[in-house]
């Protein structure tokens, strides 16, 4: 079976851009999540998307945003980047009867931003 | 507000057990997490305790849970070339949200 899918797996951008990261759960899974893992941290929490409907936001400006799709598939955008957006950004999704926190993440999309 | 600290290196030599430990300061937190990064890999689910459990054993994997010090470790014994990785300890206190809030992460070095 195939796990969560992220694409880009790789992009630059420059200061001021914007960037859409995409994600598609695994077969079954109805809740997304986004992190953010800055090089030598932890992962932070971004969003969280269930059944199309946000369940959760963590402490990011309004610069990100982010949506879910009738197929659960889930968007991330990002505007106005700066510098510190470098990151990689991953996605995790979790089928709705699940081990608590068993979060299912994909190898993430790792933004450059010059 | 939550934090969750480790320290950033352990290494062991192969067939020793390796401890890996994490300090927490949300006393509501419900369950704690281990969770394991390999190189090119995304995040992957190894173990979780729930709070008012102080042990749990699965497996080389032994979790022990200290919640008056809010202290959480993961003893993996016999440790082995591929246990290398990054080990993240998280937690969370909404079951049903999956906001989880995780540690900066031990890399774990294996010495042949």
Redesign the interface.
């Known amino acids: 079976d195939a796990?969560?899918t992220q694409s880009p797996t790789h992009l630059i951008k420059t200061r001021g851009q914007q960037v859409t990261l995409r994600c598609s759960p695994i077969s079954g899974h109805k809740?997304v999540?986004w992190y953010q893992q800055v090089l030598?941290?932890?992962?932070?929490?971004i969003f969280?998307y269930y059944e199309k409907e946000e369940?959760?936001r963590?402490n990011f400006p309004d610069r990100f945003s982010a949506r879910q799709f009738p197929n659960y598939s889930s968007e991330l955008n990002v505007n106005a980047l700066l510098l510190g957006d470098s990151a990689l950004y991953?996605c995790?999704s979790?089928p709705p009867d699940r081990?608590?926190?068993?979060?299912?993440?994909?190898?993430?999309s790792r933004l450059t931003v010059l | 507000g939550e934090d969750?600290e480790q320290s950033l290196f352990l290494s062991v030599r192969e067939g020793d057990s390796s401890v890996i430990n994490c300090t927490y300061t949300d006393s509501s937190s419900?369950?704690l997490?281990w969770y394991k990064q390999e190189p090119?890999?995304?995040?992957?689910?190894l173990t979780?305790i729930?709070s008012n459990m102080d042990m749990k054993q699965d497996q080389r994997l032994t979790v022990l849970l200290n919640k008056k010090d809010k202290h959480l470790s993961l003893r993996i014994a016999d440790t082995q070339t591929g246990d290398s990785a990054i080990y993240?300890c998280?937690e969370?206190n909404n079951?049903g949200?999956?906001?989880?809030?995780?540690?900066?992460?031990t890399r774990l070095t294996i010495i042949p």
């Open positions: 796990g969560v809740s999540s030598g941290q932890g992962p932070q929490f969280q369940r959760g963590g991953l995790a979790a081990t608590p926190g068993e979060l299912f993440f994909g190898e993430g | 969750v419900t369950y997490y090119g890999a995304g995040l992957q689910l979780y729930f993240f998280a969370s079951f949200n999956e906001k989880l809030t995780f540690g900066t992460g």
